[in-house]
């Protein structure tokens, strides 16, 4: 079936995940939970320019968005005129984040393509020193994992963004509230990040050990680390025959301090 045009007379493209947010109620309360006042705001995927627009109707120092699609490039560029816009067209996932020290920190604002979005997410805790806050839109089901504290969502995502960034859920926003609606409901999801993370010791080493015991979450850490070569003797046993989902931070740094076999201190 052809895919029928936009009002813009532009053909959407399944490959870069366009869902455009049409709502313009949601994309005030973007707005109303950031202080932008002569800040510098980015944002990636603007389209059609919706969220866009109502950014610059704000006293900001700038805003920068970072557009993949050739065609909204023209459409921005032709349609949106401000002294203080600039778009830069390329794959975020692409850029080196430097460009940003001159004028940072920043905030972010973005209706993000579901399929970017922990590649992203990654990119933003590594270059976190640029970032001042931001509410970003994303798949209702990455959002619960990223928030969990226990349970079924909860998992090595929960641990390590909760670790660098806070967080809060807000707005719960259904498919219609986007053109063309996705088959699942999306969630505004605050975040700004830590000043001062918890030190870990060998946290290079660290995450993948959280990644083994949460490799089957249903299975206990005796059985999750059975086949690895940390130092089990150590663990307790009431440990031992727990489950990740059971276990907190401060449970994992425990944990950690007893198995790992490289001084990095």
């Given at each position: 079936m052809k895919k029928k045009p936009t009002s813009q007379g532009i053909v959407l493209k399944k490959k870069y995940g366009q869902h455009f947010l049409q709502d313009i109620s949601?994309?005030?309360?973007?707005?109303?939970?950031?202080?932008?006042?002569n800040r510098s705001v980015f944002e990636i995927g603007p389209g059609q320019g919706a969220l866009t627009r109502e950014i610059l109707k704000k006293d900001i120092a700038r805003l920068w968005v970072f557009?993949?699609?050739?065609?909204?490039?023209?459409?921005?560029?032709?349609n949106i005129h401000d002294a203080r816009f600039a778009i830069k067209h390329t794959n975020i996932l692409d850029v080196d984040f430097s460009l940003f020290a001159s004028h940072q920190p920043w905030t972010l604002?973005?209706?993000?393509?579901?399929?970017?979005?922990?590649?992203?997410?990654?990119?933003?805790?590594?270059?976190?020193?640029?970032?001042?806050?931001?509410?970003?839109?994303?798949?209702?089901?990455?959002?619960?994992?990223?928030?969990?504290?226990?349970?079924?969502?909860y998992g090595y995502s929960s641990l390590?963004?909760?670790?660098?960034?806070?967080?809060?859920?807000?707005?719960?926003?259904?498919?219609?509230?986007?053109?063309?609606?996705p088959k699942v409901f999306s969630r505004l999801l605050y975040f700004k990040p830590k000043k001062e993370p918890v030190p870990i010791i060998c946290e290079q080493d660290f995450w993948p050990f959280i990644k083994c015991c949460f490799k089957q979450p249903r299975r206990t850490l005796r059985?999750?680390?059975?086949?690895?070569?940390?130092?089990?003797?150590?663990?307790p046993e009431g440990l031992l025959d727990m489950r990740a989902q059971q276990l907190t931070m401060n449970d994992f740094l425990y944990l950690w301090n007893v198995v790992r076999s490289v001084d990095c201190s």
């Open positions: 949601f994309i005030h309360s973007m707005l109303d939970r950031v202080d932008i006042q557009e993949i699609d050739d065609e909204w490039v023209s459409y921005l560029q032709k604002l973005a209706n993000l393509p579901y399929q970017i979005t922990f590649p992203l997410l990654h990119m933003l805790q590594r270059e976190r020193d640029i970032l001042h806050e931001g509410v970003i839109m994303v798949q209702e089901e990455v959002a619960q994992k990223i928030v969990a504290t226990r349970g079924r969502n390590f963004f909760q670790h660098y960034f806070d967080w809060d859920l807000m707005d719960k926003v259904p498919p219609k509230a986007f053109y063309p609606p059985n999750n680390l059975s086949q690895t070569h940390y130092a089990l003797e150590n663990i």
